[in-house]
């Protein structure tokens, strides 16, 4: 068995040093590994000083888990994570196996890794791992993930089994999330949004989840951040949004999320260098894991000020006079939130690119649970692009939006010509993209060097 | 002459909206809008009565717990009235779960159902038992509204989810009433994105008055075997096709819109629509 694990990385240690030149192929290895040496990962699961942690959810994943890296980094814990957002089995045995020597030997303090939704379980079961963080369940790739529910399902299935020396943190503003801090032997925490000024109190038509997981009574809401995260309560039975562990309030918005986080009657005032309220749940989520590890504030604060937005999550460009930020959109409520940040800016030069590739979700039919109507006001020009701009093109018609101001170009590099050249001078040209689709213009952004 | 108003009826939006369903609902209501009719979408949720005045009829698909949740609810408080309209010719479309709940019934095949299942004797010898005898890991046993002489049955494990893009080509029956109301070059064809573990058959079998929306030419369709796609009952659609089915079907929509009572008169005197983006998408759908 040792030496069927030796072979397997040395397989992939010779596959990385090859692909690595090329960039990408960041899963490949440890797809290799996993066939020559199925548990390698479980091989893995002890050699953490201090542990591991597993970060999950529909939306906020990637950030959620490079700020806690960030954070546990800069107080001076080496850490192994899985930076390219490749997150299922073989993305994070490619991140184990970089970072090990040829012998199996990591010298690292903490492996955090954000995980995909439907490979949580199996992780959860093979790593038992120090600390699991649930940001949030929307719908998403319903063609791929199934329904939210029974997702839910199979996560609390292995939830129960940590044991009492792992913590599970909770966003407590998100029902489903919270029921899964039933019935744990895990210690669990919940963090969420207290702001009152935050006055919403309707839901939007493209909340998810909007019945009691308890008693499947409609919740009633106090307050609505978004989607069908608020603070809720069911009016039937007791089930209600939990005391916060950690919560975030005071939150200012625009340019930037700025927020004040209360642990223990302490309170922290945060800088942030991310936008959207979203930020406000993975930046709490990311606090409250420090806070339990012990951080030291200043270390929290400091890092969360310094972060800079990773992979296509509001990464920002420049081209000549121009700028080009990059939205990931991926799901209705990603989506929507990522034209929430747009609609304060004037004169807005947008690119859709919708693709439907699998790890997109083969089903567009999402779009129509996007809120495009926000656009026709101020809207000054998009271009749609993309494997099913077809259908974005249908949809937007719908939006009322004027055909005048839509350019439909299937090709990717004369998409974004095209927008770009629409774009003015010292403006930014919004690209929002669903997963491949951003990868595609990152590949055309960075490979062939318009920069 | 004072053009009237639609009321178009939205079942249980907060349970059964799954899959873009807004989408339907909104393109229904534009394309009045574009030809000068106003339109008002009426919400109609748990305990609620469809009204009588109800022009159009729409409710689209949920998740196992949520069709769980509004089927006794749609047999206690809609069954009757939502019979009532169908009969008097009131256009419809339910999608994917609401075309299983509109069904006679939802069953999960037991391990010896499965070996001697055939689906033209099942359906009509079938009588739903007590419920809870018959809970399986895929869901209860549901008694649909019986609105459609059809009905669904899941094969557990056995048989794999039909998820996928869909193309079918039109009933000739229905082909002929589209080239009236649309125009004559109507697409002979419906594409959508399917994503359902039942499997859909007519309990009494297929005739002029319940037959198939179209013949499968890409995905799976009712069952995945007789290459039948949805039903259509008088001025009623079922079908497994959302995308939402009406984005790149703008035939499909106006063939609805052309039924309800206060439009079928004039139908002919509102003007065409451009249907552009939403034929070019189609086009590229049956590629």
Known sequence: MYLRFIFSLLIAKILTGFLSPRGGGSALPGLVALKIFPSILIRYSNTFSQGIILVSGTNGKTTTATLIKTILENSGFICVHNATGSNLERGIASSLIGASNIIGGLHADWGVFEVDEAALPRLIEVFTPKMVILLDLFRDQLDRYGEIDSLADNWKASLKKLPSTSSVLLNADDPVICNLGLELVASVYYFGINDLRLTDTTLSQSADSIYCPVCRTELQYKNVWYSHLGNWACPKCTFKRPELTLAVSKIRIKPTVALSATYNDKTYEINTPLEGLYSAENVAAAILSSVLLKTPPDVIKKSIARFKAVFGRHELFTIGDKKIKILLSKNPTGFTQSLITLDGLPKKNILFLLNDRVADGTDVSWIYDVEFERLHSHAKYMTVSGDRCLDLAVRLKYADIPPDIIDVQPLLKKAFTSALFHTSSNETLYILATYTAMLDIRKLLIGNKLL | ?287
């Open chain 2, 1 to 287: 002459m004072k053009k009237p108003r639609i009321k178009i009826i939205w079942l249980y939006p907060k349970l059964m909206s799954i899959y873009g369903d807004f989408g339907n609902v909104l393109i229904l209501k534009k394309r009045l809008e574009w030809r000068g009719v106003e339109a008002d979408i009426v919400p109609i949720g748990l305990g609620e009565k469809i009204p009588s005045d109800t022009d159009l009829l729409f409710m689209g698909g949920g998740q196992d717990r949520q069709q769980t949740m509004c089927v006794d609810d749609l047999v206690a408080t809609k069954k009757d009235s939502l019979c009532a309209l169908i009969e008097e010719n009131t256009p419809a479309l339910f999608v994917c779960g609401a075309y299983q709940l509109l069904g006679e019934f939802y069953h999960p095949l037991t391990e010896d159902e499965k070996k001697t299942f055939d689906p033209m004797i099942f359906g009509k010898n079938y009588h739903i038992k007590d419920t809870k005898e018959y809970v399986s890991k895929k869901g209860a046993q549901l008694t649909g509204a019986g609105v459609l002489k059809v009905y669904t049955v899941h094969f557990g494990e056995n048989k794999p989810r039909l998820i996928g893009n869909a193309a079918a080509e039109i009933h000739p029956l229905l082909l002929v009433e589209l080239k009236k109301v649309y125009n004559e070059v109507t697409p002979d064809t419906i594409v959508g994105f399917e994503n359902h573990g039942g499997r859909t058959f007519p309990t009494e079998g297929w005739s002029n008055s319940l037959y198939p929306l179209g013949t499968i030419i890409k995905g799976a369709g009712n069952n995945g075997d007789d290459k039948t796609e949805g039903v259509l009952y008088k001025n009623v659609i079922g079908t497994y096709f959302h995308g939402p089915l009406l984005a790149k079907n703008p035939h499909i929509a106006d063939f609805l819109l052309s039924r309800t009572e206060k439009l079928k008169d004039r139908w002919f005197t509102l003007s065409h629509l451009d249907d552009i983006p939403e034929l070019t998408a189609h086009e590229s759908a049956l590629r």
